[in-house]
């Protein structure tokens, strides 16, 4: 069954600092991955998307992702972390079957 | 402009209750989904809708009815509701299989 598996349940980083989040998907053909955000109390936001094409993706607030397929990961990076980026990321992704399978989630905290 | 609106977005019922969440998305997609987000933030897929077939039940108990009278809506029934229903249910929209999702806000259900 396809999964997606987010190793770190939480990461502290202090606000300046840069930030690698991992993910891992396992669908074996080339699947759509996704990356969102999900502020306290709200619903979740896309930050990027990989489907094909150039293994590195930009995206939203400064945010940027790298599909290695080798590793089956898809790894979210930001090289100065801001404390507004506080939040929960889910890793996501998608075997072309209206079928979305998120991971469990990464809780970020951000120090001062 | 709110892309995908849900209401209500706080639901407080007994159990046994029967209840009704509604959402809507002004984007022009074509399929629509819903998700279950458990207190332990894990975001499930319950039901995906395209051109307001169904295409995925995610093995959800039959006491949750999904409809949708066009494109742009999917509302949610839940009879006779249990404890364990206790939940934040996302409604999401997205253009197709592959697209980018959008979620709106989330509709927090407690089930007394």
């Known amino acids: 069954a396809q999964s997606v598996t987010q190793p770190d349940i939480h990461i502290t980083v202090s606000e300046g600092a840069s930030l690698e989040l991992r993910c891992n998907y396992s669908y074996g053909a080339t699947p759509y991955l996704f990356w969102y955000v999900q502020s306290p109390g709200q619903g979740l936001q896309l930050l990027l998307k990989?489907?094909?094409?150039?293994?590195l993706v930009q995206g939203i607030k400064g945010f940027e992702a790298e599909f290695k397929r080798s590793q089956s990961s898809f790894n979210l990076r930001k090289p100065s972390v801001h404390w507004s980026d506080a939040a929960e990321y889910f890793c996501?992704?998608?075997?072309?079957?209206?079928?979305?399978?998120f991971g469990t989630g990464t809780r970020l905290k951000v120090l001062a | 402009d709110t892309a995908v609106s849900q209401t209500p977005k706080y639901l407080v019922t007994q159990m046994g209750n029967d209840k009704s969440i509604k959402c809507e998305q002004n984007l022009g997609h074509d399929t629509m989904y819903w998700y279950k987000q458990d207190s332990k933030k894990f975001l499930k897929i319950m039901f995906s809708y395209n051109n307001k077939e169904l295409i995925i039940n995610e093995t959800v108990p039959n006491r949750f009815s999904p409809k949708s009278p066009d494109k742009a809506h999917l509302n949610l029934h839940i009879n006779s509701l249990e404890l364990g229903d206790s939940a934040v249910y996302f409604c999401?929209?997205?253009?197709?299989?592959?697209?980018?999702?959008?979620f709106g806000p989330g509709t927090r259900l407690l089930v007394l």
């Open positions: 999401a929209s997205s253009q197709d299989y592959r697209g980018s999702q959008y």
């Open positions: 996501a992704e998608s075997s072309g079957t209206y079928k979305y399978i």
């Open positions: 990989y489907f094909s094409g150039d293994t």
